[in-house]
């Protein structure tokens, strides 16, 4: 076992056990950027994509149960344009008055917060978008970064680079990874996040990851269009090519994307970068810009580190295929009282309003009026149906994620701590009786008012299981995978107007106990909220799309 293994064993019992350094101080004054800044490089505005029709959430988050419109045969700009926006753009500022530590300082501008339609670990979100862009685009090739705040891209070079790319995946990457010439390039600049959550951080980037994947899923699946992220490939070649320090900023994902125009030339394959690099012949373009960082001191820290070197090992030995098999979620075959519930149905809320209208409820949810069976069904059968289909499972049917509810105020469900089987529908009783005071005595801070929630689901993953059967990269994958449910409770949640809320600071080992799970190997990695929220809470207006 490697170290991946000791660091899932740390984050599962950090709230026992608190991770080291235990004396880290956040110095929010000297806090970094929330995204990276490039002051010389030219910016070319993305089109305006206001006009673009929505289109249902439901066949995105409920494959099967709603007609998929006509798709696209691909991308173009204003679709790649609108799916930026909707996903990591900036479309709105947060000022409604809730129970969130930051409240007080979100009137001031410097204190901003700012609306995205993903969600993001503690609201930092690290993860740079790139697009290496071939001759079948729009643009002159070239690599470009997607500013959030101006809704731009910027040049960081001219030339087409996806040959490197295509390189970097492999020859036996999926073949449609390399039919391309359209890349998004998701990296992770672990600053951003570790500032705040310093060993931890590594945890947290991994659901960051999850969740945008999953928003470009969904927003894709809605208009017919198929998304799968590479997670294994070579790191070292596209950092190089991205021009970030592997130890500052680490390559995640990548994302081939499908254009709609000619497709791209099989022609004669070009020089293999992975040889070229060590070649003194040739000299591959240089990235000249650079991330201009705002924090005057950066901080290491020990465990990010050698989670960072312990998922570049083997970053280009992709599983072979069925190795993943391994570690699919268990079937729920377990005895004990079983709840029938209805259907599920989402409404034809298009995926641009469910986006917009994702928020946390931080402290306003309100028991007086309960959640319906039905609306408990809709919210996990769309979090049960969640893949983030990379390499590792192409054709997305593996299900990494269980889903356990702690019901509290569900319209024909008794309270009582449940497992959820999405094959049958139903819930199934593992602890019978009212868990308000459990969740609330096991939840690390008081944004949350948990008690008054509907209910709460845990997702889990058999992280350990993920490791042993592709490696220690898997970690990105078995924790991006919960990221990835989360988005899709969100969705789900704002399609049915119902308030929502994720957290990550929770005893797990608690749930562990309370689910009956200690002879396993299944680790619950969050805790997502669910209920109606007050009625008239006070807010303040200020949309920017």
């Known amino acids: ?3 991946a293994h000791e660091y899932a064993h740390a984050v599962l019992h950090r709230g026992r056990v608190p991770m080291e350094p235990t004396d880290h101080v956040v110095n929010w004054a000297d806090g970094p950027r929330k995204g990276k800044y490039y002051p010389h490089a030219e910016a070319f505005a993305l089109p305006e994509t206001e006009d673009l ?4 959430i439901a066949p995105g988050l409920l494959p099967g149960t709603a007609e998929v419109p006509d798709g696209s045969e691909g991308f173009t700009l204003p679709l790649l344009s609108a799916m930026l926006k909707d996903s990591y753009g900036l ?4 000022l409604g008055v809730q129970a969130n530590t930051d409240l007080p300082g979100l009137p001031f501008y410097t204190h901003a917060n700012w609306s995205r339609g993903t969600a993001g670990g503690g609201g930092l979100y690290p993860v740079s978008i790139h697009w290496a862009s071939g001759p079948s685009g729009p643009l002159l090739p ?3 970064y997607y500013d959030v705040h101006r809704h731009a891209v910027q040049r960081l070079l001219a030339g087409d680079v996806t040959d490197r790319v295509r390189a970097a995946l492999g020859p036996d990457a999926p073949a449609q990874a390399l039919k391309t010439d359209q890349y998004l390039i998701l990296g992770v600049k672990y600053w951003q996040n570790s500032f705040k959550y310093n060993s931890f951080s590594f945890h947290v980037v991994s659901t960051d990851l999850g ?3 999953q928003t470009w899923r969904v927003w894709a699946a809605a208009r017919g269009l198929r998304l799968a992220p590479a997670l294994w490939f070579d790191e070292p070649g596209l950092g190089e090519l991205l021009g970030v320090p592997g130890e500052e900023e680490a390559v995640f994902a990548v ?3 499908e254009w709609d125009g000619p497709p791209r030339p099989d022609g004669p394959s070009r020089p293999d970068h992975a040889a070229r690099r060590t070649d003194p012949r040739h000299r591959p373009a240089v990235l000249r810009h650079r991330d201009v960082e705002r924090s005057r001191t950066l901080l290491d820290f020990t465990a990010l580190e050698r989670m960072h070197e312990a998922t570049l090992d083997g970053a280009t030995a992709r599983p072979a295929p069925g190795a993943l098999a391994a570690a699919a979620a268990l079937p729920d075959d377990g005895g004990g009282a079983r709840t029938a519930l209805p259907a599920p149905v989402l409404p034809g809320t298009g995926v641009r309003r469910a986006l917009r209208e994702r928020r946390s409820s931080f402290g306003r949810f309100d028991a007086r009026r309960r959640v319906t069976a039905g609306e408990l069904s809709a919210v996990l059968a769309a979090c049960a149906g969640t893949r983030l289909a990379g390499d590792s499972d192409p054709s997305g049917e593996l299900r990494l994620a269980r889903l356990y509810v702690f019901a509290g105020h569900v319209e024909g469900v008794e309270p009582g701590a449940y497992a959820y089987d999405p094959d049958r529908g139903d819930l199934r009783l593992a602890a019978a009786g009212p868990q308000g005071a459990f969740l609330q005595a096991n939840y690390f801070l008081a944004n949350y008012n948990l008690e008054q929630a509907g209910a709460v689901l845990v997702p889990t993953v058999r992280t350990t299981a993920v490791l042993d059967a592709v490696g220690e990269r898997g970690y990105r994958l078995a924790v991006g995978t919960a990221g990835a449910v989360a988005q899709s409770f969100y969705l789900a949640a704002a399609a049915l107007d119902l308030g929502a809320g994720v957290a990550l600071g929770f005893d797990n080992v608690s749930y562990v106990e309370r689910l009956g799970l200690a002879d396993g190997d299944e ?9 109606h929220e007050r009625p008239a809470p006070a807010d303040f207006r200020h949309e920017l799309a």
């Open 523 to 531: 680790a619950p990695l969050l805790i997502m909220a669910l209920g």
């Open 211 to 213: 969740t945008l994947v």
């Open 1 to 3: 076992m490697g170290y």
């Open 142 to 144: 070239g690599l470009h």
């Open 91 to 94: 479309t709105g500022r947060r």
């Open 53 to 56: 029709p929505d289109v249902p």
């Open 255 to 257: 994302v081939p994307l």
